[in-house]
C-alpha cells in the first residue's frame, strides 16, 4: 500500500511489471479516498494484509474511505486472518477486469484485505477458498500456479476462482483419484470465473485442462456460477 504522495514512484513500478508481465496484463489494484468521488487523500492497496491491526494509520483511514477505483477483486473482512463477514471492492463486470470507481464504506471491515488469486489476471491459476462457518469466502487460500497438484492441504473448499481464461479438472481425492468435474471459463474472454461449493465439499487435488478437450462440452460441477452478489454498492 502507499499514500498519494508516493504514487509517482509507484507508477514507475507498475510500469516496470506491466512490461516483465507481456502486453496482456490485467494487475489487480485499488486506490481508495476520504472523500466522494474520489476525492480528498488517497492511499494504494496492492497487498494481500493478514492483520491490518498492525499499521492502525492505515485501519483508521480505510474505516473513513467514502469512494474507490479498482480492477480486480478485494476482499475486506471484519476479523485479521481473513476472518468474520466481509465485503468486497472490485472492477467493471463479473470478473472486474475493467476499472470501476464508486462510493464506498468499510467501516467494520478493516480487519484484514486480500485481493482474490494472481496479482496478474491474465496469468492462468486455480484460487481455493477453505471458508469459514461465516463465510464462504474467508479463511485461508491456496493459489495454484503450476498446472497440476496432487494434493490440496484444505479441510474443506468453499469456493473456487480460476484466472486467464483457463479451464480446470477438480478431484475429490490424492493424486487425481476419485469424482471429478471440469471448472471451465463460461465466456469466451472472460478474465475470472468463480463457483460457490457446497460447505463439505473436499478437492483434494487439481490438475489445469479438462479430460478430453479444452472443457467446452464439460459440466461446471457442482454449485453455481457468478461473482457473489455482497457488492457494496
Same mark, same amino acid.
Given at each position: 500500500?502507499?499514500?498519494?504522495?508516493?504514487?509517482?514512484?509507484?507508477?514507475?513500478?507498475?510500469?516496470?511489471?506491466?512490461?516483465?508481465?507481456?502486453?496482456?496484463? +490485467? !494487475?489487480?489494484?485499488?486506490?481508495?479516498? *476520504?472523500?466522494?468521488?474520489?476525492? $480528498?487523500?488517497?492511499?494504494? &492497496?496492492? =497487498?494481500?494484509?493478514?492483520?491490518?491491526?498492525?499499521?492502525?494509520?492505515?485501519?483508521?483511514?480505510?474505516?473513513?474511505?467514502?469512494?474507490?477505483?479498482?480492477?480486480?477483486?478485494?476482499?475486506?473482512?471484519?476479523?485479521?486472518?481473513?476472518?468474520?463477514?466481509?465485503?468486497?471492492?472490485?472492477?467493471?463486470?463479473?470478473?472486474?477486469?475493467?476499472?470501476?470507481?464508486?462510493?464506498?464504506?468499510?467501516?467494520?471491515?478493516?480487519?484484514?484485505?486480500?485481493?482474490?488469486?494472481?496479482?496478474?489476471?491474465?496469468?492462468? +491459476? !486455480?484460487?481455493?477458498?477453505?471458508?469459514? *462457518?461465516?463465510?464462504?469466502?474467508? $479463511?485461508?487460500?491456496?493459489? &495454484?500456479? =503450476?498446472?497440476?497438484?496432487?494434493?490440496?492441504?484444505?479441510?474443506?473448499?468453499?469456493?473456487?476462482?480460476?484466472?486467464?481464461?483457463?479451464?480446470?479438472?477438480?478431484?475429490?481425492?490424492?493424486?487425481?483419484?476419485?469424482?471429478?468435474?471440469?471448472?471451465?471459463?463460461?465466456?469466451?474472454?472472460?478474465?475470472?470465473?468463480?463457483?460457490?461449493?457446497?460447505?463439505?465439499?473436499?478437492?483434494?487435488?487439481?490438475?489445469?485442462?479438462?479430460?478430453?478437450?479444452?472443457?467446452?462440452?464439460?459440466?461446471?460441477?457442482?454449485?453455481?456460477?457468478?461473482?457473489?452478489?455482497?457488492?457494496?454498492?
Amino acid at each position: 500500500m502507499s499514500n498519494k504522495s508516493s504514487m509517482p514512484l509507484l507508477g514507475v513500478g507498475l510500469l516496470l511489471v506491466v512490461a516483465v508481465a507481456g502486453a496482456g496484463a +490485467v !494487475l489487480q489494484r485499488l486506490t481508495v479516498y *476520504s472523500g466522494p468521488n474520489q476525492t $480528498g487523500s488517497a492511499v494504494r &492497496v496492492d =497487498e494481500k494484509i493478514a492483520d491490518l491491526g498492525r499499521y492502525p494509520r492505515l485501519q483508521s483511514f480505510l474505516s473513513s474511505v467514502q469512494s474507490y477505483c479498482a480492477v480486480g477483486w478485494f476482499d475486506f473482512y471484519a476479523q485479521c486472518d481473513f476472518n468474520g463477514a466481509s465485503v468486497d471492492l472490485g472492477g467493471q463486470g463479473m470478473d472486474g477486469a475493467t476499472e470501476k470507481c464508486a462510493p464506498a464504506n468499510l467501516s467494520g471491515f478493516t480487519g484484514s484485505v486480500r485481493f482474490t488469486g494472481p496479482f496478474d489476471l491474465s496469468t492462468p +491459476v !486455480l484460487t481455493l477458498i477453505q471458508g469459514t *462457518s461465516s463465510n464462504a469466502f474467508g $479463511g485461508r487460500e491456496i493459489d &495454484v500456479y =503450476e498446472r497440476a497438484r496432487r494434493w490440496i492441504p484444505l479441510n474443506q473448499t468453499s469456493a473456487v476462482y480460476t484466472y486467464g481464461g483457463s479451464n480446470w479438472t477438480l478431484f475429490t481425492g490424492d493424486n487425481f483419484q476419485g469424482s471429478s468435474w471440469c471448472f471451465q471459463q463460461t465466456q469466451q474472454g472472460k478474465m475470472i470465473n468463480h463457483l460457490v461449493l457446497n460447505a463439505t465439499t473436499h478437492i483434494r487435488s487439481v490438475r489445469q485442462g479438462c479430460e478430453g478437450d479444452s472443457g467446452a462440452n464439460d459440466a461446471a460441477g457442482p454449485g453455481g456460477c457468478g461473482r457473489r452478489p455482497n457488492r457494496l454498492w
